[in-house]
């Protein structure tokens, strides 16, 4: 048992040292590691006169993660949908939507798919990370392999993880995004971890 254990961690060691981040690549700052901060720096697609971020808490002052500014004239109140984007459970408080309001209509947006059509163009670092978090894409900003960017005038690079399976098994990819269409291209760094405790996921 010793030597199995010995061995992984020798051959997790040498994941680690492979993986290199150039020196242009800057550390994502901690605070951008959890989506709920990163709503506040969404540039919507299209205009809407209010929109907010909800998730599907019954407590609705619990529930309301952003809102952006919103006219004293109006009032919206819709029942929560059934789905959302980033399902972490099933119940309360399990998931996040977007409600909207355009010419004084509500429109939701209560997919991973419909968050990236209500972003649209990547405008900035936090409209980045959120777009590879649709795609299952973690930051972790102990490490340089999964919490590092770039910015060009065309594509934002994050370096990203993946997690998965039982054991966890965590995978750091670069992520090439185009600001413009919002599409990503992939390369694996390679499995740089194995976790016993399933929990964690």
Do not use: H
Request: glycine share 4%.
């Amino acid at each position: 048992m010793k030597i199995i254990i010995a061995f992984s961690l020798i051959l997790s060691n040498l994941f680690f040292a492979q993986i290199t981040v150039p020196d242009d690549y800057k550390k994502i700052p901690d605070i951008l590691d959890t989506a709920d901060y990163l709503y506040p720096f969404i540039v919507p697609d299209k205009e809407y006169q209010y929109w907010r971020v909800l998730s599907n808490d019954t407590d609705y002052e619990k529930a309301v993660i952003y809102e952006s500014q919103m006219p004293d004239f109006m009032t919206i109140n819709e029942p929560a949908p059934k789905k959302g984007f980033f399902q972490k459970c099933i119940g309360n408080n399990c998931f996040s939507y977007i409600l909207a309001c355009k010419n004084e209509r509500s429109v939701y947006f209560s997919s991973e798919q419909q968050l990236r059509d209500f972003m649209g163009s990547i405008d900035n670092l936090p409209e980045a990370i959120l777009l590879a978090k649709t795609y299952g894409y973690l930051i972790d900003t102990k490490n340089r392999f999964t919490g590092s960017y770039k910015i060009e005038d065309r594509y934002i690079s994050l370096y990203a993880l993946q997690s998965k399976g039982c054991p966890v098994i965590n995978e750091s990819f670069l992520l090439t995004i185009n600001r413009k269409t919002g599409k990503i291209e992939a390369k694996s760094n390679g499995i740089y971890s194995k976790n016993e405790d399933c929990s964690v996921l």
